[in-house]
């Protein structure tokens, strides 16, 4: 008996005083304690545990969000050019929005446009029957491009924050020059209203994720390869140039030992998901 007598201990919370234990399984006592463990915060009804199953899910991002994107890049350059008679040099900044599609993960389509503001300064040796002499000119430009482009993710890096990426794209575009200081007699700038480039290029580009909806990027246009095509359009008649493009240099110029990269700057920009 006395060995019994803790364990009867043990059903004694569970029963009203003068109860068995057949008594205590009486439906309205056992509600009664399921409304003090409900005022103590420590029991859920099947009630409470369907309405929390039923909480509205969050909405799904739609898919036009996820793939589309939008961005700013901004352009700084030097720009060097040495012909055998003449040399330009100057400077420019270039403000081209861009919007694209993410087609996978690792294949971005899109399009860059926008304008350019260019300041150069160029020397040329003009001959006169037996007379040479060197002309300065300064020359201001206004210009517009647009390049759609084609993106593939070579390597990704620190849990895919950091992209390596190969960029390869088209492009066209319209300049408009301005001699402000300088004769152009005898130089390329004599009667030039405007000009019309347009190529391709190639260059690895490398992407930062900050978060979901922003990503840093930069591009290596100092590597870039590609040909570049030009038509001047004079007052009276028309001239096309066109080279081969190696790190962004003329390979003309390399043949000729005058071989100086044609761009040393810097472009980059930011991309946006909606």
């Known amino acids: 008996m006395k060995k019994l007598f803790p364990f ?3 059903f004694v919370p569970l029963m009203a005083a003068g109860q068995t234990p057949e008594t205590a399984k009486d439906p309205h006592i056992i509600d009664g304690l399921t409304s003090v463990a409900a005022i103590a915060g420590e ?8 309405d929390t199953a039923a909480a509205p899910a969050l909405p799904e ?5 996820k793939k589309l994107y939008y961005g700013y890049n901004f ?3 030097f720009h060097s050019d040495s012909k055998k008679d ?3 040099n100057g400077w420019s900044f270039a403000l081209t929005p861009e919007i694209g599609w993410k087609l996978t993960e690792k294949i971005y389509l899109g399009m860059r446009f926008g ?3 260019a300041n150069y300064k160029s020397s040329y040796l003009v001959s006169v029957i037996d ?3 060197y002309t300065d000119l300064r020359i201001h430009v206004g210009s517009w491009e647009v390049a759609p482009y084609v993106r593939y993710k070579m390597k990704s890096l620190f849990n895919d924050k950091v992209g390596i990426w190969l960029e390869a794209h088209l492009y066209a575009g319209m300049d408009f020059p301005r001699v402000t200081e300088g004769k152009t007699a005898y130089t390329d700038y004599d009667g030039l209203r405007y000009s019309t480039t347009y190529g391709f290029q190639v260059s690895p580009v490398i992407t930062y994720q900050f978060n979901r909806k922003s990503t840093f990027q930069i591009f290596f246009s100092i590597l870039s390869l590609g040909y570049s095509g ?3 359009s004079y007052a009276g008649h028309r001239e096309f140039s066109n080279d081969v493009i190696i790190f962004s240099g003329k390979l003309s110029n390399l043949l000729s030992n005058q071989f100086t990269p044609g761009l040393y700057g810097l472009r980059f920009g930011v991309q946006k998901s909606f």
Not at 43 to 50: D, G
Not at 61 to 65: D, N, R
Request: with cysteine.
């Open 115 to 117: 304008g350019c503001y």
């Open 43 to 50: 029991t859920k009804t099947p009630e409470t545990v369907q």
């Open 8 to 10: 009867f201990l043990l």
């Open 75 to 77: 352009d700084i350059y």
């Open 131 to 133: 007379t040479s002499y």
């Open 230 to 232: 030009t038509m001047y």
């Open 86 to 88: 003449s040399r330009e």
């Open 61 to 65: 991002i739609p898919l036009w969000k």
